[in-house]
């Protein structure tokens, strides 16, 4: 079957959320508070930018570590999105009956990096994870990051986690934003990073990098929930399951899993 052409599909997005937000005699006019994952942050700033343009409605970002969200979410944080880097949070908030029953789908399934901002300086194979050249290594906290906790099974795999943790030569921020912020001034000299965080759409930031084996760790399968039961919320919802976003998503390094197009609307209707 043949897909959408670029103004097809627009016209078709434009209808889908004029259909969502007018249902109930609303204008454009209004807001939402987006919770998401650090590593999504210059896509979903992208994303939300394509949205308001259409739109007219306002998309309020906010940033952070997926476990530090979750546990803001459950004590009522009044966000009405959640874009989490993993599946099980935005699982356990569906079970807590947290979230709009239903809402929950993937949009989209990241990618580890082990990135230095020196060029050249990370080999193609990560032989530099074996040698030890390097002071420090970078990651973001197991605990709170899904991303961090990849580079966590990554480094296992290797044999390198106990050693490491031993000699106190791993550094750990709160989120992949923070992670990224340390090696990209020089405060350590590499890092586990997400794609997304140097691949900008047709382009790689610089530096050296090499794409952690994706046997080395558990997929990264990034999950989004609609706290909230409102209007823009789920309309920007809609969005990004739209054709229309799928090329940005992708542009930063992501998978978009088949089928993750195809909304569900009936399922985060009132």
Do not use: C
């Not at 004590?75 to 809402?103: C, K």
């Amino acid at each position: 079957m043949r897909g959408f052409g670029g103004r097809q599909a627009r016209s078709v997005l434009s209808l889908i959320v004029s259909v969502v937000l007018l249902g109930h005699g609303a204008a454009w006019a209004g807001a939402a508070k987006i919770a998401v994952a650090s590593n999504f942050q210059a896509t979903a700033k992208q994303l939300a930018a394509a949205f308001e343009r259409q739109t007219g409605a306002i998309i309020k970002l906010s940033f952070g570590s997926t476990g530090l969200f979750y546990a803001q979410i459950r004590h009522g944080a009044p966000f009405d999105a959640f874009f989490a880097a993993d599946e099980a949070r935005p699982r356990r908030l569906e079970q807590e009956g947290v979230i709009v029953p239903g809402s929950r789908f993937t949009y989209a399934e990241g990618k580890l990096v082990l990135w230095s901002a020196k060029p050249d300086y990370v080999l193609g194979n990560g032989k530099v994870l074996r040698e030890g050249g390097f002071e420090h290594i970078a990651l973001a906290n197991p605990k709170l990051a899904p991303y961090g906790l990849a580079a966590q099974q990554a480094l296992r795999e290797l044999g390198l986690w106990e050693t490491l943790q031993k000699d106190d030569r791993l550094v750990m921020g709160q989120n992949i934003g923070q992670t990224h912020q340390l090696v990209a001034s020089g405060s350590v000299s590499l890092g586990f990073v997400a794609l997304s965080q140097i691949q900008r759409p047709g382009q790689l930031v610089p530096g050296s990098y090499w794409p952690v084996p994706s046997k080395f760790y558990e997929p990264i399968t990034q999950q989004a929930v609609l706290v909230q039961d409102a209007q823009v919320a789920r309309a920007f919802l809609e969005f990004i399951r739209s054709p229309q976003a799928r090329p940005i998503i992708e542009s930063y390094g992501y998978q978009v899993p088949v089928g993750a197009i195809a909304p569900h609307r009936a399922a985060v209707t009132k």
